[in-house]
C-alpha cells in the first residue's frame, strides 16, 4: 500500500526540528477517500481532543501498516528508539470560525497519555486535491514554557469570554503569528503527500478558507492522521 521506494525531504522548522516530507506515499490513494466515502456516517467528533472536526478510527491492520512504514523511513530521522504503541485515524475539518472554542484558537501539540521518558511523533497524509482546503503551519512559542503552559490550561477551563478577555488571541483558526507563537513554516498541501514530525513542536491546520470545508470526504479536507509513542535513544 505504501511506497516501496519514497523519496523524504527534510524541511527545517527550527533548531534542532525538521518536517519529513514524502509525496507520492501511498500507491492508491483514491481507494482511502473511496473508503472514507463509503464510511461517512461513521465519521464522529471525539470528545478526548480539540480536533475541530469528524474522525473515524481506521482499523488494526491498516494502522500496522503505517506503522512499519515509519519504523523503515522515519523513526530514526526522529530519534525515536521504540515504538510502543500507535493509531491512526481519517479525519474531516469541518468546524466554522465562529464555533471553535478556546483551544482550537491556538496551535497544539501531540503529546497524547506518555508519560515520562516517551515521546510522540505524527503524520498527516493530504487526501484532497484541492490546494486551498489548507496543509500544515509550525510555530515557536514566544514564551517562557511556564507561561505558555499556563495559556494552554487557561484556553481549557476558562469560557471563551472569559479567555478572550485575558489574552489577545482572535477568535478563530490560527494565522501567521500572535503574541504567543511565531509562524516558523507552513507545509503546502498536495495530493497524496505525507509528512511526518516530532509532536512537541507547535502546529496547526493552515485553515485560510473556512468556507470551503465540508463534512463530504470526496471535497473536504480529508487527511489521514497517525500518532506514535515511542521512547528515545538511552544516552551513550
Not at 11 to 30: R, W
Not at 42 to 60: I, K, Q, S, T
Not at 105 to 124: F, I, N, T, Y
Not at 179 to 187: C, G, K
Amino acid at each position: 500500500m505504501f511506497n516501496p521506494n519514497p523519496r523524504v525531504q527534510v524541511v527545517p522548522i527550527g533548531p534542532g526540528q525538521a518536517c519529513y516530507v514524502i509525496d507520492d506515499a501511498l500507491l492508491e490513494p483514491d481507494r482511502l477517500v473511496a473508503v472514507a466515502i463509503e464510511q461517512r456516517a461513521r465519521f464522529v467528533e471525539a470528545g478526548h481532543n480539540a480536533y475541530p472536526g469528524l474522525e473515524l478510527r481506521m482499523p488494526d491492520a491498516f494502522s500496522a501498516a503505517l506503522d512499519q512504514f515509519f519504523r523503515l523511513r522515519v523513526r530514526d530521522l526522529l530519534g525515536v528508539r521504540r515504538v510502543q504503541r500507535m493509531y491512526s485515524r481519517l479525519s474531516l475539518v469541518t468546524r466554522p470560525p465562529q464555533a471553535l472554542t478556546p483551544p482550537q484558537w491556538l496551535p497544539h501539540r501531540d503529546r497524547m497519555q506518555k508519560v515520562p521518558g516517551e515521546c510522540v511523533s505524527a503524520c498527516v497524509l493530504y487526501l484532497f486535491h484541492d490546494p486551498a482546503l489548507g496543509g500544515t503551519r509550525f510555530y515557536r512559542p514566544r514564551q517562557p514554557e511556564r507561561d505558555t503552559a499556563r495559556l494552554l490550561y487557561d484556553s481549557v477551563v476558562l469560557s471563551p469570554a472569559d479567555f478572550a478577555a485575558r489574552y489577545p488571541v482572535a477568535a478563530g483558526y490560527m494565522g501567521e503569528s500572535n503574541a504567543f507563537f511565531e509562524h516558523a513554516l507552513t507545509i503546502e498541501p498536495k495530493w497524496n503527500r505525507l509528512i511526518f514530525y516530532d509532536g512537541d513542536v507547535f502546529h496547526s491546520g493552515d485553515i485560510r478558507a473556512p468556507e470551503r470545508l465540508s463534512d463530504d470526504p470526496a471535497v473536504g479536507r480529508l487527511t489521514l492522521n497517525g500518532f506514535f509513542t515511542g521512547t528515545r535513544p538511552i544516552p551513550a
